[in-house]
């Protein structure tokens, strides 16, 4: 299917005296959502109360999967359901040993959208595509975004290093508008993204949305650990390490003791299984114990523009008036 | 093929030609990622006009086995 570029739509609106910006792209259209910013599905952060408060917002929340069981998985979505009406999605991580299990709850309960992470979906596209499922894969480089395209993926994220968690080497500056080259089909921008000026600039690069994550960690609807809220409220721009570049997944994550033990002894030359042992349920250990010492803090480079708490909705008004100011506003001299 | 095939490789990982054998393992001794081999699977499938599926790119570890490949499913 060729999807005609059209260039993103942003109106203003005055209901019962307050203005609100409309905000139509390619992503909105696919989705049935409001605003074209979606919720990274963080693996343990991104859970049914902050899916749903985000898409409730307007916006698109996500369901992370990542390792968890399926029976999970489905708790979650039948969770979700009950808060709100709007579409939200599922992250499934292809190299979790229940991605196939997750793929068919997906279907049976009617999830209108999956994001995809770590690999490739293709053995699943034949079995959403028939279910209506949308599909976007999160993808960190040119050859696989085309290869989804050729798969019938319905859009891709381009996900650029500035991002928190797995990443990849490409920034999103340079990632995004070559993948917009290369495909057809809609590309959201992801990594590095936390603000109205971000927004912005995603869409000047070519993107029809954003997906954020770690803005969203710190909204007061996001179940972690209020330590690891106050540790993103608190990282400043230096504040961002990438550990286990050495073995070939490296993870972005906010220093720490932990971030500090493992890049020494990544320098040292430490086996895999020794570096894994420092790392072994850092993110549980985040999330749920606020071990901020020893626990793997995944943020991404933007924790430094992240300031403050607040609740998704507003969050998401205050992105799209920034987004909106940026557009509208001149950048340059008069 | 083989020849063509190295020269594939040599390119996408940024190799010396000379170093490829038949045997060269793609992860292990040139230490590609995820990435890198996604890009090797892309330039092989232009090249030779094979599609390779998603459950078949594990089993493609080395110049050999894409080989092999290439040979067993090309029209």
């Not at chain 1, 260039?7 to 905000?23: A, F, H, N, Q």
């Not at chain 1, 912005?200 to 969203?216: C, P, Y």
């Not at chain 2, 092989?44 to 499913?73: C, P, Q, R, W």
Request: hydrophobic share 40%; proline share 3%.
């Amino acid at each position: 299917m060729k999807i005609e570029t059209k260039r993103p739509i942003i109106k203003k609106k005055k209901v019962s005296g307050e203005s609100i910006v409309k905000m139509k792209t390619e992503i909105t259209e696919l989705l049935g959502i409001e605003y074209p910013i979606i919720q990274g599905g963080m693996a343990w952060v991104a859970e049914y109360h902050l899916a749903a408060a985000v898409s409730e917002a307007g916006g698109l929340g996500i369901i992370g999967a990542a390792s968890a069981p399926p029976e999970w998985v489905r708790d979650q979505i039948q969770k979700a359901k009950k808060m709100t009406d709007k579409p939200f999605g599922v992250n499934i991580m292809l190299m979790s040993p229940y991605a196939d299990e997750i793929a068919k709850v997906i279907v049976e309960e009617k999830v209108k959208v999956v994001t995809t992470g770590a690999g490739s979906p293709e053995k699943y596209m034949q079995m959403w595509k028939e279910a209506d499922v949308k599909v976007i894969p999160v993808v960190a480089s040119v050859a696989l975004a085309k290869r989804m395209e050729r798969c019938h993926a319905d859009a891709v994220v381009a996900e650029g290093t500035e991002a928190g968690g797995h990443i990849g080497e490409a920034s999103t500056m340079t990632l995004v508008p070559q993948v917009v080259d290369a495909v057809k089909i809609p590309v959201i921008a992801a990594g590095g993204i936390a603000d109205g000026r971000g927004i912005a600039a995603a869409f000047m690069l070519g993107a029809k949305g954003v997906q954020m994550g770690t803005a969203f960690i710190v909204t007061e609807e996001c179940q972690v650990h209020e330590n690891y809220k106050n540790e993103i409220i608190r990282a400043r721009d230096i504040d961002s390490k990438v550990t286990g570049r050495s073995c070939g997944h490296p993870v972005r994550t906010l220093r720490n003791q932990m971030t500090k033990l493992y890049l020494q002894k990544e320098k040292e030359g430490a086996s895999f299984e020794e570096l894994e042992a420092l790392t072994l349920g850092g993110l549980k250990k985040a999330v749920v114990e606020g071990d901020v010492k020893n626990g793997s803090l995944m943020a991404g480079q933007s924790a430094g523009l992240v300031t403050e708490k607040m609740t998704c909705e507003m969050l998401i008004r205050k992105l799209v008036k920034g987004t909106e100011k940026q557009i509208r506003g001149s950048v340059f001299y008069e | 093929m083989t020849e063509r095939m190295k020269e594939i490789v040599a390119e996408a990982l940024n190799v010396e030609i000379e170093t490829l054998k038949e045997d060269t393992s793609f992860k292990e001794d040139l230490g590609a990622d995820s990435l890198d081999l996604f890009e090797l699977v892309m330039a092989f499938e232009e090249e030779f006009g094979v599609e390779i599926l998603s459950e078949d790119l594990e089993k493609i570890t080395t110049i050999k086995d894409a080989a092999a490949y290439m040979e067993a499913h090309k029209e």
